[in-house]
């Protein structure tokens, strides 16, 4: 099974700064079938980057992703008041299927 | 649009079954693969279990292997998780969500199962 952690656990930060989320995969993803979702309270999963760093449909370039093989990372280039949520990377490459822990990012 | 509303979340005793169900609009279910995902309380996302766009194929996760079986019935536009010797650790929300090959892509809203005597 490939282990995703993120790092920080908790971001906090202030609205109009950059956000920098770190996902770690126990071993390389195939095709960087990496994707990143964003969660706010009481709501689905929402997909924002899919592929490592192919922004989903509808989602603000703010948001870019990044990486290959073993460390991806999801940028927010300036966040704004409705970004503040929890996101999750996950490996869709091989199965199980897994998710990272999660970063929160909070309001400073 | 993607609309997917899951049914069937309820209370149950530990040991018990349920069957959780998805209705699917606004896409060609038959084209698609689906997902079950769940989320405990307070936790993390963990998937689930997969079934292909024509039911041939079915993939779980260690955590239910043995005991959740995904289906689906394409004339219904309806995908099943049938969930069996329940445990207190498979409380949770359970979402089913559409895919683009393995890509979880769109989410229902959920539906909560606890497990509890």
């Known amino acids: 099974e490939i282990v995703l952690t993120q790092s920080p656990g908790t971001l906090s930060l202030s609205p109009g700064e950059r956000a920098t989320l770190s996902c770690r995969a126990s071993?390389?993803?195939?095709?960087?079938?990496l994707a990143w979702y964003q969660q706010k309270p009481g709501q689905a999963p929402n997909l924002l980057i899919y592929?490592?760093?192919n922004r989903a449909t509808g989602i603000p370039d703010r948001f870019s992703g990044s990486g290959s093989g073993t460390d991806f990372t999801l940028t927010i280039s300036r966040l704004e008041p409705e970004d503040f949520a929890v996101f999750y990377c996950h490996q869709y490459g091989t199965s199980p299927l897994t998710f990272g822990g999660g970063t929160k990012v909070e309001i400073k | 649009q993607v609309q997917l509303v899951e049914s069937g979340g309820s209370v149950v005793q530990p040991g018990g079954s349920l069957r959780l169900s998805c209705a699917a609009s606004g896409f060609t279910f038959s084209n698609h693969g689906m997902h079950w995902v769940r989320q405990a309380p307070g936790k993390g996302l963990e998937w689930v279990a997969f079934i292909r766009d024509d039911g041939s194929n079915k993939l779980y996760a260690d955590s239910v292997k043995g005991r959740f079986t995904i289906s689906r019935d394409n004339s219904k536009n309806t995908l099943y998780l049938q969930l069996n010797s329940l445990r207190p650790e498979d409380t949770a929300v359970y979402y089913c969500?559409?895919?683009?090959?393995?890509?979880?892509?769109?989410w229902g809203q959920g539906a909560l199962l606890t497990v509890s005597s």
């Open positions: 592929g490592a760093s």
């Open positions: 071993q390389s993803i195939g095709n960087n079938y």
């Open positions: 969500a559409k895919a683009n090959g393995w890509l979880p892509v769109s």
